[in-house]
């Protein structure tokens, strides 16, 4: 069982930058593949950004150049540094948990955190 809760959220005026964090909870945090999805208000959850149990990344085109994913095994930590934040960022952002492998789709993580709420401003 991984236990994950996020924090960081808030509001930001855009342009601006947000840091979001995803502790974990179980001894093998290191070999989970962690990944973030965002969902706004009446559209489905979408992948943002994944880092694998090798520390390879990989991110949504919306994203690229914008956010940077990263983990610290030894905290047992995930976090994805937001820069450049658009109005269109804005979502409740969860982080989630599936055995080793990067996918891009929701159904097959199998660990969620509660989310948090991200609001870029125009």
């Known amino acids: 069982q991984v236990q994950l809760v996020e924090s960081g959220g808030g509001l930001v005026q855009a342009g601006g930058s947000l840091r979001l964090s995803c502790a974990a909870s179980?001894?093998?945090?290191?070999?989970?593949?962690m990944g973030w999805f965002r969902q706004a208000p009446g559209k489905e959850r979408e992948f943002v950004a994944a880092?694998?149990?090798?520390?390879?990344?990989y991110y949504a085109d919306s994203v690229k150049g914008r956010f940077i994913v990263s983990r610290d095994n030894a905290k047992n930590t995930v976090a994805l540094q937001m820069n450049s934040l658009k109005p269109e960022d804005t979502a409740v952002y969860y982080c989630?948990?599936?055995?080793?492998?990067?996918?891009?789709?929701?159904?097959?993580?199998?660990?969620w955190g509660q989310g948090t709420q991200v609001t870029a401003s125009s």
């Open positions: 880092i694998n149990w090798q520390s390879s990344t």
């Open positions: 179980g001894r093998t945090f290191s070999r989970y593949a």
């Open positions: 989630a948990a599936r055995w080793q492998v990067v996918t891009f789709t929701p159904a097959e993580y199998n660990y």
